[in-house]
């Protein structure tokens, strides 16, 4: 029986819309489900990234910076502002246009690549047929030779903090508060609780994180963790470690929580609070019984590392499969399937794919951490530069943080970089682009980099792992 598409992708995420575009790139047949509607209730591609993530977060964080630069920052520049007034409804209504504008633009490339848009949910049958409910008109059936499943992931629920309209909210909730809260209690000091943290602090709130864990930011290198924190605890951000909420209860003045830590039972009273304990594969109802899709543990669905699933021209990329749940890796996947697809030998280099945590100062890291190649036994040196020390970030007044750069002790190749400072989003492209150069640390040394700018700190931290930095009194490799 002869199909109706080359290439049904269900989910019009970063990973699935990515995938669609390079597949009517490459001249396939191509329809993208997706079933996300907007605040009114209208058909919304992009994903968690667009809708309720990357972007609406990332216009808040710059918002809101501004907001905290002008009352706090800007004297020391020699600039006074006076009348400085917050208004978060408009903050929230621009946020919103952003969103909008790029959200509309998904669907115009999907027509200028004659990609068929399918706003409504799709569910994998057996033979690669595709069941779509959409959002208007009816059910129906439709097939393709190759499916890609990229429905996502959605924010982890824990029975101690059930939602409650806008008094417990997941991270999309905490993106459309019109009003800032004067307590905003925060479970989880990961990615998101430090972002969204971040943003309601900076707007007037005072913010408490409770964390399970004993150290902060496990994923990170510890010594970039340990120098975040500081900055970051200075900043007031309260963050207490080994914190673990027990019960949350919603009261007339707020929320109260309960929770244990090494010294015993206590409680606080926030006026709001965001659960951000992590994010779950979106897979409940992604495939019927009889279409005998794999899942592993955790939900996630079963991939190789060509994100081929278990059945034969079903692949399966971006959150809903395992590896870090970042927007671009899911794009990468994307691309790298639709390659395949059409013939072609792609694949993704997860060795290389950068982390960012974008508070102020921002983290930003690739490839492996102090701690990983000490638990791998691999002998390394590192090279260290502090911002201090850059006359840029001094001209900036953003001298907060180092660059550090890891390197193979016999071969000298970069094994990780990890950045904590102004910018530190833009620096890391360079670390990722040396990296899948296979760059040793002398080829960053030996490189020029332009005067005054941030980037000679990743040059410095690449002199430090051969004890030659240069604008460093004592130059040390570890
Ligand atoms: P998603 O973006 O989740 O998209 C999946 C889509 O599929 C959704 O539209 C969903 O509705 C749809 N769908 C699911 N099931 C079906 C179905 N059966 N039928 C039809 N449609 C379906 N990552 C970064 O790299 N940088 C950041 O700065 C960043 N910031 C973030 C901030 C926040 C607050 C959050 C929550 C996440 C952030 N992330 C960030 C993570 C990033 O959003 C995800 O990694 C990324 O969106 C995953 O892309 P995806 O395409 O796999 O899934
Ligand atoms: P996360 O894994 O980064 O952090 C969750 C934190 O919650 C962890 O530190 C965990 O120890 C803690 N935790 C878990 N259960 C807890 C409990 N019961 N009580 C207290 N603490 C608890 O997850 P997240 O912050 O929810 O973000 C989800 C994912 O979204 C991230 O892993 C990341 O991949 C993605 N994301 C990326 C960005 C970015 O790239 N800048 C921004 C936001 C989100």
Redesign the pocket.
């Known amino acids: 029986m002869s199909k109706n598409y080359d290439v049904i992708i269900i989910g019009a995420g970063p990973a699935g819309y990515v995938a669609a575009i390079r597949c009517a790139q490459l001249g396939m047949k191509t329809a993208c489900i997706d079933d996300w509607l907007d605040k009114e209730g209208e058909p919304s591609p992009g994903g968690t990234c667009l809708n309720a ?2 972007i609406p ?1 990332k216009a808040l964080l710059e918002s809101s910076e501004l907001f905290e630069r002008m009352q706090k920052d800007i004297g020391g520049h020699g600039i006074n502002v006076k009348g400085l007034e917050l208004d978060v409804a408009a903050m929230v209504d621009s946020k919103d246009r952003i969103v909008g504008d790029l959200t509309g633009g998904i669907i115009a490339l999907f027509r200028a690549h004659g990609i068929e848009w399918i706003p409504g949910h799709g569910q994998l049958l057996p033979d690669r047929q595709v069941r779509v409910t959409p959002h208007k008109g009816s059910r129906h059936t439709i097939s393709a030779e190759h499916v890609i499943l990229a429905t996502g ?1 959605r ?2 629920q ?1 029975d ?2 059930p939602l409650v309209n806008d008094r417990i909210v997941d ?1 999309e909730g905490a993106l459309n508060w019109t009003d800032v809260p004067a307590r905003v209690g925060i ?9 969204l943290g971040s943003v309601w602090q900076r707007l007037g709130a005072s913010v408490t994180l ?4 004993d150290v902060f ?3 990170a290198d510890q010594q970039i963790a340990k120098a975040a924190l500081k900055m970051f605890q200075k900043q007031g951000l309260d963050i207490r470690l080994g ?3 027990k019960s949350t209860k919603v009261i007339k003045s707020g929320v109260q929580l309960k ?1 244990t830590d090494a010294e015993g039972e206590h409680s606080l009273t926030v006026d709001r609070l965001i659960v ?4 779950s594969p979106h897979t409940q109802d992604i495939a019927t019984a009889e279409a005998d899709l794999l899942l592993d543990e955790g939900g996630f669905i079963h991939v190789d590392d060509k994100c081929c699933t278990n059945l034969p021209c079903v692949y399966a990329i971006g ?1 809903a499969v395992r590896g ?4 671009h890796k899911g794009s990468e996947e994307g691309i790298a399937v639709a390659e395949q697809i059409a013939g072609q030998n792609s694949e993704v280099n997860y060795a290389a794919i950068a ?4 508070t102020k100062p921002e983290l930003a890291w690739v490839g492996q951490t102090e701690e990983s190649l000490r638990q791998a036994g691999v002998d390394y040196h590192s090279g260290v530069f502090p911002f201090t020390a850059s006359g840029r970030a001094r001209a900036m007044r953003e001298t907060g943080g180092m660059v550090k750069v890891l390197s193979d002790t016999g071969s000298d190749r970069v094994l990780g970089v990890h950045i904590l400072g102004v910018h530190a989003s833009e620096l890391i492209g360079q670390a990722v682009l040396a990296m899948e150069f296979d760059a040793s640390s002398e080829d960053i040394a030996r490189t020029i980099f332009a005067h005054p700018t941030l980037s000679e700190a990743l040059h410095e931290a690449a002199l430090a792992v051969d004890n030659r930095a240069l604008h460093i009194a004592r130059s040390r490799r570890s």
């Open positions: 993530g990357c977060s992931s924010p982890v824990i101690a903090a991270s479970i989880g000091a990961g990615v998101i609780g430090l972002e409770l964390e399970a864990q930011l496990a994923i914190a673990l909420v929770y951000a304990v992590g994010r959150d870090p749940m970042l927007a982390s960012v945590i974008y």
